[in-house]
Structures are given as C-alpha cells and as structure tokens.
C-alpha cells in the first residue's frame, strides 16, 4: 500500500511531510515536496558522496546563492567548494530515484541511506 503525503511548510526552505504509513511519517522534503536523505558513511560536517557514481545518484541538497538559512538546517562545504544543506551536521540528499514530490526510493537503499525525518522526541533522526 502507498502512502500518500500531505507537506506542510515546517521552516523557510523545507518542509516535514506527514504520511498515513511508511516512509512518508515525519520525512524531511525541501520546499518542493522531494524527499531529503541522509548517508551513514557521512561524518558531521563531511560528505563522503562527492563523485560520482555516487554524487550522480545522490545529488547533493544544495545551497543556493543568497537562500535564506532554513530553520534547524546548517551549511557544509563541500570538496568542490560549494555548500551543501545539513540536519544535526549531517549532509543531506536528494535520489535520483525518487520521480515526484513524496517519493521516497532511496529509504534504505544498501542499509547506508536514510529518508531525514522528524523524530517523536521533537528533534530529528536520520
């Protein structure tokens, strides 16, 4: 069964998506509703997806020139010098995969790829 999404705008620039079922339960979307997604291999203010194939299938959540900084977000630089959206130090994602707002292909994907999404605590897992 499919969930199907209903976003809601949690701060400037990305929104949580609330989802009857899995994944779509608290996952994190940028403004335009695609899923966010976090890498295992990744260290705190690092991403280790920078070429491709992988940066391919991954694209990088990218800053874009004079964007505001989305609440709870911060900003990492990345090999190429440009700057990369994170969650708690955490670069964030977008798959290739994923063809429209709420898709959410990549969750799980070679048990290293995770859809960021809003805890039950408040705070945020990834």
Same mark, same amino acid.
């Given at each position: 069964?499919?969930?199907?999404?209903?976003?809601?705008?949690?701060?400037?620039?990305?929104?949580?998506?609330?989802?009857?079922?899995?994944? $779509?339960?608290?996952?994190?979307?940028?403004?335009?509703?695609?899923?966010?997604?976090?890498?295992?291999?990744?260290?705190?203010?690092?991403?280790?997806?920078?070429?491709? !194939?992988?940066?391919?299938?991954?694209? !990088?959540?990218?800053?874009?020139?004079?964007?505001?900084?989305?609440?709870?977000?911060?900003?990492?630089? =990345?090999?190429?010098?440009?700057?990369?959206?994170?969650?708690?130090?955490?670069?964030?994602?977008?798959?290739? $995969?994923?063809?429209?707002?709420?898709?959410?292909?990549?969750?799980?994907?070679?048990?290293?790829?995770?859809?960021? =999404?809003?805890?039950?605590?408040?705070?945020?897992?990834?």
């Amino acid at each position: 069964m499919r969930a199907h999404p209903i976003a809601f705008v949690a701060a400037l620039g990305f929104a949580m998506t609330a989802c009857a079922g899995t994944p $779509g339960a608290g996952m994190l979307t940028s403004a335009d509703g695609r899923t966010l997604y976090t890498f295992d291999q990744d260290t705190d203010g690092s991403s280790h997806c920078q070429q491709a !194939p992988c940066s391919t299938n991954w694209p !990088p959540y990218s800053v874009e020139a004079g964007a505001p900084q989305p609440a709870g977000l911060t900003m990492i630089k =990345r090999d190429d010098g440009s700057q990369q959206w994170a969650l708690g130090g955490k670069p964030l994602y977008f798959f290739a $995969g994923d063809r429209k707002p709420g898709d959410a292909f990549g969750d799980g994907l070679k048990g290293v790829w995770h859809v960021a =999404r809003k805890a039950s605590s408040g705070g945020y897992s990834y």
